[in-house]
């Protein structure tokens, strides 16, 4: 694939140039989520935690993590720059290649970054792409906003992006379980979830559409899957909706 509108925005990440302090400040982040992520996070992402093998006290070398998610899903964890444009993000989610931050938060911001890093990308993001049906339903998103140039259209479909991968619920074993990486990495959004902060609805696409995101305070109200197919079929659905005004 040609990823013309990514490619300025893919760099290289020099693992050896982390400074031991930047590797303690991992550590320290992944000793503080650990606990929570244990007993909350659902299975699928634990499962994809350990095949990427994820290290407790060093930062993640991205080219290890590629090379152990690539035969399981086609997935690659790939260093960018920053923030992406929309058009260069969808590129390469097209292409199965998750734009990832190579950048460490501070060690006096350990509970708040307000651009991601490589703790809420690697953390918090990549172990989901370890299961195949999530990882469908991220390439299959990637694909379909790559072709969508009005921006509503965009900012609608966008919700399903923010209710799924970053603050995505499933109910496993009648317990409300967390997966995505807005919860996942965030001690304060997962500890608002779990202790009752926030209304947990059944996912449905059209609610979720019409749900405008909040990106400046905690969530109130998050959507919880059954399993992932449900994902998976609500973008395909979401995708003949928009198929007429394209
Ligand atoms: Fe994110």
Redesign the pocket.
Known sequence: MHLAASAPYLIEQRYEEYAPEQHAIWAELVRRRRPQIEAAACREYLEGYSVIELGDDRLPNLQNISARLKPRTGWSATPVNGFLPGEAFFEMLAARMFPTTIYIRSGDSLDYTPE?DIF??VF??VPMHAHKVFADFLQHYGAVCAELKDHRQLERIGRLFWYT??FGLIRQGGEVKVYG??VISSQGECTNVLNGGCEIADFRLEDVLNTPVIVDHLQKRLFAIESFDQIYEAMHTAEKQLGGAR
Do not use: A, F, L, T
């Open positions: 991601p809420h990308d918090g993001h991968v970053e990486s807005g």
